[in-house]
């Protein structure tokens, strides 16, 4: 019987098989064997001391032992967390290198900023949602006003008399402002600071007459200053006797919280994905971990990786209106 030559197209076909057959054990390793021997770097955008950096460091020792592997916290400030979102954006997908992504970079920054080096929808992979710290509106401590209505009474008599200070234009705080000075329609007069530490000393000083801050907790249970309502849906555990704006009368309420969550580069492996994720939720649920989140006034909220995308989604939507009403632009 005459020997027949395989068609070029079978060869090429077995040839592309077998490439894959030996390639098939290195892609498994590499997902099996992760961390393997080298670090982690968690990059916080932001410099040391503030609460992105202090919640990560937090998360950092615990995933570190879970994994096997030492987790390093790897500040990179600067432009508002954008120098090191966008050098982080240009890292391999390959799980050595997360970032703790924030409600300000990922969701804010977007419509603050004219040009970002990085895109929030396509270059990043959520990885695991950590923790969300709801702004709080507090007067100091012997302001004349001990409830949010007689706040709002005043600012109602005297339109654009009343301050709340922030910690620059388009931060956290002046938007929260914005927020309240849209939901109750009454003018307020917004005074911006080079820092949320100096505006709170003169809001403690008595020049301003009220801040909403995510920072403010250590003051509030202090004595310096007091709270009046809570920027949430529900109230915070850390102070379970604050209203919500919407039960202190504002219909609706306001919705401003600072979030925390881990993300990888776009394209992480999804078996990577998810074991960071089941790590990072079982840490979550650790009574030392969540008492420290509690003293930063944060909340957590375990998921999966497809509900931190999709809120991360929602959250970029949402304050596109929100900082258009806020009129403040960065370039």
């Known amino acids: 019987m005459p020997f027949h030559q395989p068609p070029l197209l079978s060869r090429r076909t077995a040839l592309a098989c077998a490439l894959l057959a030996s390639l098939a054990p290195t892609l498994t390793a590499h997902a099996a064997d992760y961390p393997g021997e080298r670090p982690i770097r968690l990059v916080v955008p932001w410099a040391p001391g503030g609460a992105t950096d202090a919640i990560a460091r937090v998360l950092a020792v615990p995933l570190g032992q879970a994994l096997g592997q030492s987790v390093i916290v790897d500040n990179r400030p600067g432009a508002g967390g954008n120098i090191g979102t966008g050098q982080f954006v240009r890292e391999k997908a390959d799980g050595y290198t997360l970032i703790m992504a924030t409600s300000s970079t990922n969701a804010v920054n977007p419509h603050?900023?004219?040009?970002?080096?990085?895109?929030?929808?396509?270059?990043?992979?959520?990885?695991?949602?950590?923790?969300?710290?709801?702004n709080v509106l507090v007067v100091r401590a012997a302001s004349p006003y001990k409830t949010l209505a007689e706040l709002l009474a005043a600012a109602r008599a005297q339109p654009g008399k009343l301050s709340y200070g922030s910690a620059g234009n388009g931060s956290s705080q002046h938007l929260a402002g914005s927020m309240l000075v849209r939901a109750t329609q009454l003018q307020m007069t917004h005074v911006p600071y080079k820092g949320s530490g100096p505006a709170a000393s003169d809001l403690m000083a008595g020049h301003l007459d009220m801040m909403l801050d995510t920072g403010s907790l250590p003051h509030v249970q202090g004595g310096t200053l007091r709270a009046l309502a809570v920027a949430s849906k529900k109230r915070m555990a850390a102070l379970p006797e604050v209203p919500t704006f919407e039960e202190a009368g504002v219909p609706g309420g306001i919705q401003a919280s600072a979030w925390y969550g881990v993300m990888a580069p776009a394209g992480l492996p999804k078996d990577i994905t998810q074991r960071l994720n089941r790590e990072i939720n079982k840490i979550l649920q650790q009574p030392a971990v969540a008492r420290h989140l509690q003293e930063f006034g944060a909340e957590t909220n375990p998921g999966t990786p497809e509900q931190f995308q999709a809120f991360a989604a929602s959250e970029v939507a949402r304050y596109q209106a929100i900082v258009k009403d806020s009129g403040a632009k960065l370039e």
Do not use: R
Request: net charge neutral; charged share 15%.
């Open 112 to 134: 603050l900023y004219s040009k970002l080096p990085f895109d929030p929808a396509k270059d990043f992979t959520p990885v695991a949602f950590v923790a969300s710290v709801p």
